[in-house]
């Protein structure tokens, strides 16, 4: 594989002209599409927009629009996930959206009293977790999958976040099913990366944030999956105004609403969202099809050239087991991925080992890809 051979992949890569469409900074090769997703310059115009039209000259009266753009946005990343229309809403961070989802579906297996979650899955889940149960009397923790007999609910990534390993969503959910568990899917970074079907897969709840793969921004807006069968039987803990029956009826009592919006809490960020719903649309144009093939494609690359450096990785070699980063196990990783920031070749570091190369399909090139595992080839 040479240089050569990856500016020709770039040359036949029918997404590489989308990567116009996003704001660039001169000569960086950024591989951190997993943390920080890069800005489409159409957020800016559309950001203008809001500000120019919809704040400042309309004011008040933009809200009888903005009211329900946490369902219209959800409405728009729905098909990305195979999620049907009404199923997902945009709202608050994924760490709220996991405390809430924990919290529903615990209440709908009011006799058994554990939560499973593996001792390696990303920290805010497992904090959350514990706080759930640690608050909650007579609930423990545990971790792994092994047995579930007596547990509530699973809160499981659907991509580690740091060898990119891909659990079998369908074969989990419905093995947990099976146990009578319920089962929440952290999509953190799967979302606008692999093809999935949630609904194809029997998944009833399931969270996300928007700000990796999606584009929609720094602290852009998490997301909350619940299937239609689950809508009216789920009860959230955040007795909100904006889940409630008719809302500006300021009545007495909080009356959880039918519908996915039951999941909102109060007056919803409207810049963040319009931000996330420009993310959330491009990958839209794109299609998931082609992301997920291109994902494919960018980390098999990752991962010959691993072989090709003598880099040791525990990314799975089977496309169709990992996500859209690879992991680079390296001795001197955080030094490295600072060394290299320097240089301006953006990695991810995760403890304790690992430099992270996301791979992001709408703006990663192949030679981006190339550049930067030779650099941490050649740093040593
Ligand atoms: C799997 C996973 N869950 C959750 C989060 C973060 O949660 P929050 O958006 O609340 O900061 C991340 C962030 O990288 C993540 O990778």
């Not at 990119?164 to 999509?187: F, K, N, Q, Y």
């Not at 990992?322 to 403890?351: M, S």
Request: proline share 6%; net charge negative.
């Amino acid at each position: 594989m040479t240089r050569d051979d990856a500016l020709a992949l770039d040359a036949t890569d029918a997404l590489a002209p989308l990567r116009q469409q996003f704001t660039l900074p001169e000569g960086l090769i950024y591989l951190d599409g997993n943390s920080l997703g890069m800005p489409p310059k159409r957020t800016l115009e559309r950001l203008t927009e809001v500000y120019l039209q919809e704040w400042a000259t309309d004011l008040i009266r933009s809200w009888s629009h903005w009211v329900d753009l946490p369902q219209r946005v959800g409405d728009v990343l729905a098909p990305l996930i195979g999620a049907g229309p009404g199923e997902v809403v945009l709202h608050d961070n994924t760490t709220l959206c996991v405390y809430q989802a924990v919290h529903a579906a615990i209440g709908l297996r009011p006799e058994r009293h554990v939560i499973a979650i593996s001792a390696d899955d990303f920290p805010t889940d497992r904090y959350v977790v514990d706080g759930i149960a640690t608050a909650l009397h007579g609930y423990r923790v545990q971790h792994g999958f092994e047995r579930l007999d007596d547990v509530a609910v699973i809160v499981r990534s659907v991509i580690d976040y740091r060898t990119a390993e891909l659990v079998d969503v369908a074969a989990e959910t419905a093995r947990a099913h099976a146990a009578g568990a319920m089962v929440v899917w952290d999509l953190s970074h799967a979302a606008g990366a692999i093809e999935i079907d949630l609904r194809e897969c029997g998944v009833q709840l399931a969270i996300g944030c928007t700000y990796k793969f999606l584009n929609g921004g720094p602290g852009a807006p998490a997301w909350t999956y619940v299937a239609r069968e689950l809508h009216n039987t789920i009860r959230q803990p955040i007795w909100g105004w904006f889940a409630t029956e008719n809302q500006f009826a300021m009545g007495p009592t909080f009356q959880p609403r039918a519908d996915i919006a039951r999941m909102l809490l109060g007056t919803p960020s409207i810049l963040a969202l319009t931000a996330a719903q420009v993310g959330v649309e491009l990958s839209a144009e794109a299609g998931m099809q082609a992301i997920h093939t291109k994902g494919r494609a960018l980390t098999g690359l990752a991962l010959d050239l691993c072989d090709q450096h003598g880099l040791a990785t525990p990314t799975p070699r089977d496309p169709a087991r990992r996500g859209n980063h690879v992991a680079v196990q390296h001795p001197r990783a955080k030094a490295l991925v600072q060394e290299l920031a320097a240089r301006d070749v953006i990695f991810d570091f995760r403890e304790p080992n690992i430099i992270r190369a996301g791979c992001s399909p709408l703006t990663t090139r192949f030679v981006d890809v190339y550049d930067g595992l030779v650099a941490v080839a050649a740093a040593g």
